[in-house]
């Protein structure tokens, strides 16, 4: 009888000392899992150089518990056009600068300024603890196959500012940063550069058109021929038969004409 409160003592212990390795390892995963989703993060509608893409901004808490008032977006250079969605909680405004020399755009234009940053300002302030999302159509460069592209971003509070805007240095990765910038990797290029698929190729354009049951266009002729052929005797076959017909029936009154005049002689 003796032995049973020293046996519940260990298995006691043991739950408690379970309890607890699961409780920090619990404050581990927290305070690993909350900063990463608390960035300023941005997801493009596609990564492909040269395309068309719309890039959404999110961040998910204020300044250290003070609401957002504003969140201000720098467009890295070689994006010379930048055209923000409208959001109804916040005002938007393009900032503009000079570029010189002037460059032309893929539509042949030339441009002497570029959309430096694009600014939403609350009508009123996000509070703490929720998250909003902004989006800005741009180009992505054709040339910058496999590069990272940052959008430093700058978040303003009633209380405060954080600036997302550090850019990884060689070796480093995002994730060892504490404000690190909002940014993306470019992939190879997509067709056209505006989300098409490619253009046809050379056999593709000398190949003969398809006519609409699967056949292509040199061996219609063919089949029309053969068609018309078919058409042609079926119309000679009728119009024997009608022919026949007809000549059955002549006979038919000529025998009845024949047939009357003889019982008239007799």
């Not at 989006?135 to 600036?163: H, K, L, R, S, Y």
Request: aromatic share 4%; hydrophobic share 35%.
């Amino acid at each position: 009888m003796s032995t049973r409160p020293t046996l519940a003592r260990p298995a006691n212990r043991l739950a408690t000392r379970l309890a607890a390795t699961a409780g920090a390892a619990g404050l581990v995963v927290l305070s690993i899992a909350g900063p990463a989703s608390a960035h300023v993060t941005v997801t493009p509608s596609t990564t492909a150089a040269g395309s068309y893409t719309v890039l959404t901004f999110s961040n998910g808490h204020g300044c250290e518990g003070s609401p957002t008032t504003k969140v201000t977006i720098q467009i890295p250079e070689g994006i010379n056009a930048a055209t923000p969605t409208r959001q109804p909680f916040y005002d938007v405004t393009k900032q503009m600068e000079q570029l010189n020399p002037p460059v032309t755009d893929s539509h042949g234009n030339e441009l002497t300024e570029r959309v430096g940053t694009v600014t939403y300002t609350a009508k009123t302030a996000l509070p703490d603890g929720y998250r909003d999302a902004f989006e800005v159509q741009v180009q992505i460069p054709e040339d910058v196959e496999g590069e990272t592209m940052n959008f430093p971003t700058v978040q303003t509070c009633e209380q405060g500012e954080t600036a997302w805007t550090e850019i990884p240095q060689e070796g480093q990765s995002a994730d060892d940063l504490e404000s690190p910038a909002p940014s993306f990797v470019v992939t190879s290029a997509e067709g056209d550069g505006h989300g098409g698929s490619d253009a046809a190729t050379d056999d593709d354009a000398e190949a003969a058109p398809v006519s609409g049951d699967g056949e292509s266009a040199e061996e219609a002729p063919a089949d029309a021929e053969q068609e018309a052929a078919a058409s042609d005797g079926d119309d000679s076959s009728n119009g024997l038969a009608i022919a026949g017909l007809a000549a059955g029936v002549i006979g038919i009154l000529v025998g009845a004409a024949a047939l009357a005049r003889s019982r008239k002689t007799a």
